[in-house]
């Protein structure tokens, strides 16, 4: 018999603030924290807002003695360990990190660290200044200067601010997890496959806890140019960024990056309750799939969404659960034309009729995409909605695609039993995770 | 460990490779016995002037000469051509490519592949024509200009390193569970280990894995050579590569793909697959130490060690051969050796440990599963790939590296290590099947 799984800490960052608690008050109020990028002037970019974590030092959320360590660290990997340390405190969890002289909970080799991750960018400044000490009179690079003198200026550990099993490596560091450790990255369902996983791992006991979810940011403007030449984000709405992205909605017409971090603490239910744990959730099914569609060349999604419908089967198998035990759905709900109605077919062929009566809901019109840290956001979110019983408000979806439960419509309390969770990736990886009430 | 009696035992049925020595198995295989080395002057790029001027490349190498989608794959990057290659092959090992009314969702991928290669020309140029002396930092306003039709949509798109994995699927038509995993040089042992966990536990019935990477690129070596990784050894790159000798000093970047197919004993046999061996442990764990230094002890090796050991249910005797991580680096060598020894005790110095790094340079994230490969034609040829340019042994490193020369060895067990930066490490366990 495979040991139950349960959700006993919730870890964001997002636009929304730090904490869940932020993210909760702005979902429940109905407030979109999409706003005009401040990090970098955006004024010449096709889109110039996004989700951005603002009013965030990373030293606040590593112990004293790893302050130092911080300055390896690129953006994505501070928001993964501030996530993480959210996380810990959340669950009411002890580690060496948070207080070296207390008992801590778990030992090192019964935790495991298991976190998705994107393509990091590296910082544009940092690198240009030694780039721009190795060119030629007429200011173009010269490759021989860079070889032998021009690449000193780099800190001699710049690559490692960049790899990115840095975000796992630094969080098993601070919170001293010794157990089975990975990295996910497939884009942004990096998350949810890293949380599917980090279950397996708790059912089959190898660990009693583990740090799971993921964190991006891709607010840098070599990582946004790119994500901006996809065509997947809006550009029609720079000057009113609150009804930007309007997910199974006519108007729809494209997405908006969000910078995120969302870790979860995954227990095994034994370990949990023996310490009295707070329980937000249990992790009841996770399925993934790859969708294959090469008429789409990788930038546009197959319109029946059958390998979308393979992953809630396989988490709906997985759960021992019909689509009729499904309450609420987290979909990916990008507000990609596109990929909206891939979505909406894939849940069409698994739910049937039954869809319409089904909420959708939505995160992206709050907080922004945020890549391979999305699903742990919404997987916390998702927590939230069963502990509370309460369906958030939903915004910018005044005329959703026929048969889909998608409307906007204010916070309101809710019988929530059964959350389904689903990611899919610009590249084809899909996965679901289905959540049941504590 | 894990006492369910319905899981899975897991075969590997295939298996494909491209490398700096050749771009199909006993080719590489043929050059691995016989010591030779794939090193030269790197060509990718001009590095007349860096630290370290030479690499293992992969060379005269075509993907489209491997796959039946070449439409698929225009755009595709160097780590997924290879990746393409590898996998095409190892498919065609496994003899799926002859079923008919394979249940493909229920055959699933994972990979440790790395990043795909910065459209570096472009990007620097972009870079330096928004840059701001005076500010000392870029101007995004300049940025955006300069960036404008500068780059191509698909070479940008294809950097993602979950795109190698897409790739793969849609070459093969394979719609089950897919991952790629990027735990730096331990990736496509990971890779392997967490696929066979997926059979074990039934959430498919096949699975392809493995790994594919370049990091030979101007700002790949920039990053190594500026961490002091690489071997800087210009004058003599053919020596260069030197695991466990005393005067080894880095390692040396290699690039290319190994991939294998894992199916489950049943899915096996139901099809009468030749079935090359059986994986049997995998152990995964994190040093959870430094960013920059390996645990002096070895604890995280050690931990993957022994959790590979426990659940293959094996006493240390009982391994024929050590694939080591063996890269060249001065506290890589000396810190896995301490470990082996903590976890072998007095058998430790009978088993043979090689590193075929010494002849590949190091493949990074696709390292683990060519060496993988390479523990399979051990099994099946009793052959021991050596160590090459091991002849000054190191005081302090006293374990039988196979110096030099391949050597006759009956192998039945075998086991592959691979740790990355930042102590991510990786162990598998494969055996000789018997039914």
Not at chain 1, 39 to 55: C, H, K, L, M, T
Not at chain 1, 225 to 249: E, H
Not at chain 1, 251 to 268: H, M, R
Request: glycine share 10%; hydrophobic share 40%; aromatic share 6%.
């Amino acid at each position: 018999m495979s040991r139950r799984v349960v959700i006993t800490g919730l870890g964001t960052l997002t636009a929304a603030g730090v904490g869940i608690e932020a993210l909760w008050q702005t979902v429940t109020a109905g407030q979109s924290s999409l706003d005009r990028i401040s990090n970098f002037d955006p004024s010449r970019f096709d889109v110039q807002i996004a989700g951005e974590v603002r009013d965030f030092k990373i030293a606040k959320f590593v112990p004293k003695s790893y302050r130092k360590a911080t300055k390896v660290m690129a953006r994505d990997i501070e928001l993964a360990v501030a996530a993480a340390d959210q996380a810990v405190r959340h669950a009411g969890l002890n580690t060496p990190g948070i207080d070296p002289e207390a008992d801590r909970t778990y030992p090192g080799s019964r935790s495991g660290c298991h976190i998705g991750a994107g393509l990091i960018a590296a910082d544009l400044d940092e690198l240009t200044d030694a780039l721009a000490t190795s060119t030629d009179d007429d200011g173009k690079f010269d490759m021989h200067q860079w070889g032998s003198e021009g690449m000193t200026h780099l800190t001699p550990l710049w690559l490692l601010k960049y790899l990115p099993n840095m975000l796992a490596c630094h969080v098993t560091i601070i919170h001293d997890s010794q157990g089975p450790s990975n990295t996910i990255t497939c884009g942004e369902a990096s998350s949810a496959l890293s949380i599917g996983e980090s279950m397996r791992i708790i059912e089959r006991g190898d660990a009693d806890l583990e740090f799971c979810g993921g964190a991006e940011s891709k607010l840098n403007p070599m990582a946004f140019y790119r994500q901006i030449s996809t065509g997947r984000l809006t550009t029609k709405a720079n000057d009113a960024p609150a009804g930007a992205v309007c997910p199974f909605d006519a108007e729809a017409s494209g997405t908006a990056i969000g910078e995120g971090g969302g870790i979860i603490t995954l227990e095994a239910h034994e370990t949990a309750t023996a310490r009295g744990a707070n329980i937000y959730a249990e992790l009841v099914g996770y399925g993934g799939s790859h969708t294959i569609y090469p008429q789409g060349h990788g930038l546009e999604p197959d319109p029946e969404g059958k390998g979308i419908a393979a992953a809630v089967r396989a988490a709906l198998r997985n759960a021992k659960l019909s689509p009729d035990d499904i309450d609420l759905i987290i979909p990916t709900g990008s507000a990609i034309p596109a990929y909206d109605r891939s979505e909406a077919a894939a849940l069409k062929s698994v739910f049937g009729d039954r869809l319409g009566q089904i909420p959708l809901w939505s995160s992206k019109p709050y907080v922004g995409n945020c890549g391979a840290g999305a699903g742990g956001v919404d997987t916390a979110l998702a927590s939230m909605m069963l502990t509370e019983q309460t369906l958030p408000a939903r915004i910018n979806c005044n005329s959703p695609i026929e048969g889909l439960a998608a409307a906007s419509a204010p916070s309101h309390a809710a019988a929530l039993n059964h959350v389904l969770v689903l990611t899919t990736s610009l590249g084809g990886q899909n996965a679901a995770l289905i959540l049941k009430k504590a | 460990m894990n006492t369910n009696k319905n899981e899975h035992r897991v075969v590997l049925t295939g298996m494909g490779a491209i490398t700096p020595l050749g771009h199909d198995v006993e080719t590489i295989w043929a050059n691995l016995l016989a010591g030779k080395c794939g090193i030269r002057p790197t060509e990718h790029f001009d590095a007349a002037t860096f630290p370290t001027q030479f690499s293992a490349q992969v060379v005269d190498y075509d993907y489209r000469n491997f796959v039946e989608h070449p439409e698929y794959h225009e755009h595709a990057g160097l780590n997924t051509r290879f990746a393409l290659g590898a996998a095409r092959q190892a498919w065609a090992n496994s003899g799926l490519d002859k079923v008919a009314d394979l249940d493909r969702d229920r055959i699933g991928l994972y990979l440790g592949s790395g990043e795909g290669t910065l459209d570096f020309e472009n990007y620097v140029a972009t870079n330096l024509k928004a840059w701001d002396p005076d500010k000392r930092a870029i101007d995004a306003v300049k940025w955006a200009q300069a960036a404008r039709g500068a780059f191509d949509v698909y070479r940008e798109t294809e950097q993602e390193a979950n795109m190698t994995l897409a790739h793969v699927a849609m070459e093969l038509g394979v719609s089950g569970p897919a991952y790629n995993c990027l735990t730096a040089c331990a990736a496509s042992t990971q890779a392997i280990g967490e696929a066979y966990e997926i059979l074990r536990r039934g959430d498919a019935d096949v699975m392809i894995s493995g790994g594919a990477h370049s990091m030979i690129h101007p700002l790949g070596v920039t990053g190594f050579n500026r961490l002091t990784a690489l071997s800087t050894r210009n004058d003599s790159c053919i020596t260069a590569s030197r695991p466990f000798n005393r005067t080894r000093d880095g390692f040396v970047l290699g690039e290319g793909s190994g991939m294998v197919v894992l199916e489950t004993l049943e899915h096996a046999k139901a099809r009468g697959a030749t079935i090359l061996a059986e994986l049997i442990g995998y152990g995964s764990s994190a040093d959870a130490y430094r960013i920059t230094d390996i645990h002096p002890e070895g604890r995280g090796p050690i931990g993957a060690m022994r959790q590979a050991l426990k659940q293959a249910g094996l006493e240390p005797t009982d391994i024929d051969y050590i694939s080591a991580h063996g890269t060249g680096t001065k506290e890589n060598d000396s810190i896995e050796t301490r470990a082996v020894k903590a976890v072998f005790g007095d058998a430790a110095k009978s088993i043979p440990v090689s590193s075929v790094k010494s002849m590949l340079g190091h493949l990074i994230a696709a390292a683990g599963a060519v060496e993988l490969i390479t523990c399979l034609l051990a099994m099946r040829d009793s052959k021991i790939p050596p160590t090459i340019n091991l002849h000054e042994p190191d005081p302090d490193l006293d374990l039988d590296y196979v110096p030099n020369a391949a050597r006759d060895r009956q192998v039945d067990v075998a086991l592959s290590n691979s740790f990355g930066f930042g102590g991510q490490n990786d162990t598998v366990i494969i055996r000789r099947f018997d039914a």
